[in-house]
Each structure stands twice: as C-alpha cells, then as structure tokens.
C-alpha cells in the first residue's frame, strides 16, 4: 500500500463552514476550482469534480465539519480499487479556518500526481477564489 496523502491548507477569509461549502456545492465548488462539478449533498450520493476526471461516493458526512468520500481518478486502471478521502473543516488558531486531509490507497503511479493536485487544483485556486470575495 502506498503511504497516505497528507494535505491542507489555512484560509484566513473563510470559516469552516465555507470551506465545506466550497466543497461539497456544486456550483461553489466549480467556481472555486474553475472546473465543471457535480456533488450531492447526501451520504450515498455520487460527487464527480474537474469535469468528471475525479469521482466517487460520498460515505461520511458531518456538516461543516467532516467529509469522508470514495475518490478515484477517471485515468486509474479498472483494476485499481478506490481510495479513501478524509477532509475535515476546523477554525484555526491564527485566525481563519483549515482545512486538513488523508488520502489513503492511492495507486503508486499516480501518488505524486495527486499529491501536488491537492495544492495546484484545490488549495491554490480556492485561496484565489476567496481572495476576491468577503469573508464569511
């Protein structure tokens, strides 16, 4: 098994609740990420991102607070099994909110890809998005 994903960010203009927002909101998501999304707001629901190049099913959901989804990459060989995402959403202390995750069993071949996608596709252009919107 390939070692687990750490990632995350802090965002000081957001709350945890805007962040778990600008995840699991289509629209918000989209227009964070600059790409096409479709998430539902249900344990069970399907969620897709990045015009469908990543997708899964939502199987924890704690709002505002935690989401625990199945995730894999449209590229991944059929025989690879899901990975597992672990996000949470949490005030932090200095000021603002973070976001922190654990992304476990991604395959090996995609594991450095996917590492610096967390950063290039998610925690850069959300800081973007919300550089130019008010603080919520």
Not at 62 to 71: F, K, Y
């Amino acid at each position: 098994m390939t070692p687990v994903i750490h990632s995350g960010a802090i965002f000081h203009n957001a709350s945890p609740a805007r962040l778990y927002e600008l995840f699991m909101n289509s629209a918000k998501h989209s227009a964070a990420t600059g790409m096409p999304a479709k998430i539902s707001p249900k344990v069970g629901g399907k969620w897709s991102a990045f015009g469908g190049m990543i997708f899964g099913k939502n199987l924890v959901l704690i709002p505002n607070r935690m989401v625990v989804q199945t995730w894999r990459s449209a590229e991944w060989k059929k025989a690879d099994p899901d990975s597992i995402l672990i996000a949470t959403f949490e005030k932090s202390a200095s000021g603002g909110a973070q976001v922190e995750l654990a992304h476990v069993g991604v395959p090996e071949y995609d594991h450095k890809g996917v590492t610096k996608g967390w950063v290039k596709y998610y925690w850069e252009p959300w800081k973007a998005y919300l550089a130019v919107r008010k603080k919520s």
